[in-house]
């Protein structure tokens, strides 16, 4: 056989080589200049996005274009959540101490809004909110004289009513949530739950929010650091980042996992670059995790057993559309990028 042949025989023996997973950022122009912390991927065309001085966007061409949707009368609200269930009905919350905590909705494109829930306690500041389709959904407000303060809804926001003490665990002193990414609250399945706190606990419901249990994870806590962020792939697989953020690129214990629906928690084997405000599950791919902060974006393909960085862009906010390997990335100053997910 002539030696010519024998590297295409090695070739077409070997086949090519496996590519690597990778995750790409296509940075886009939202319009404003404000930091935006609120993220909701509903499809690979449209999204919406939240931030301050009443900030809402959403775009429905994929990002080409961001229109702003404004709330009437809150230009001085911080909106660090929207969750939106189609192109025309999404929530927008704001943070803030009494009346500054409020849920607002729209049902025609961000034509309208309604405002749902307006906090009259000076102590309730409102964190986060996540839904587990258009009408049921969970708020969570930093605990109050040793008690948690969850909200639930099951008519779309029409009612929010308080979960009562007595089916909650007490909570530590100054027991609260890091209202960083709209984040900290997390839905699965039919009715499971979880919210990760700055004490590094996790609350979890099995029943919709009737009930709730705690536990430990192994993050460290303090004044800065905590729980950011958590999301499940399922009722089982987890993941919580977090990590102190007036130290963004220190790498120190600042992810867990869990495969029991967070009974447990375990540090990851190679763990993120930094401090980390958001985890994300990409839902077009069975094990794979984003992880996103203002020093760079990680990349796990393993259920957040292993992270590599994917990208030196730093942004507060990530989402990615349910079955898709497309969501969209924000930030401050406005920025806003879409993310792409390859295998």
Known sequence: MPLRLWPCLLVLACGPAPRTPHLTWEPQTSGVTVRLRGLSAVSARVAWASGAGGTVLRTTDGGATWQARPVPGAAALDFRD?????????????????????????????????????????????????????????????????AFVILTT??????WTRVPADRLPAALRGEGAFAASGTNVATSGPNDVWIGTGRSRVLHSVDGGRSWTIGGTPLPSGESSGIF?????????????????????????????????GASWLLPARGLGGYRSVVAHVPAAAHAFVAAGPSGIDLSVDDGQTWMPASTTGVDAVSFAAGA?????????????????QE
């Open 82 to 146: 929207v969750d939106a269930a189609s192109a025309q009905v999404a929530y927008a919350l704001s943070i803030g101490p009494g009346e500054s905590s409020r849920i607002y909705k729209t049902q025609d494109g961000g034509d309208h809004w309604d405002v749902q829930f307006t906090n009259t306690d000076p102590q309730v500041f409102l964190d986060a909110m996540a839904f587990w389709d258009a009408d049921r959904g969970v708020a969570v407000s930093d605990s109050v004289a040793g």
């Open 154 to 159: 099951t008519d779309g926001g029409r009612d």
């Open 229 to 261: 962020s958590i999301a499940f792939r399922d009722r089982a697989h987890g993941v919580v980042v977090g990590g102190d953020y007036r130290r963004d690129t220190e790498a120190i214990n600042n992810a867990a996992v869990t495969a029991d629906g």
């Open 325 to 341: 390997a497309t969501g969209w990335g924000a930030g401050d100053h406005g920025r806003l990028g879409k993310l792409v997910f």
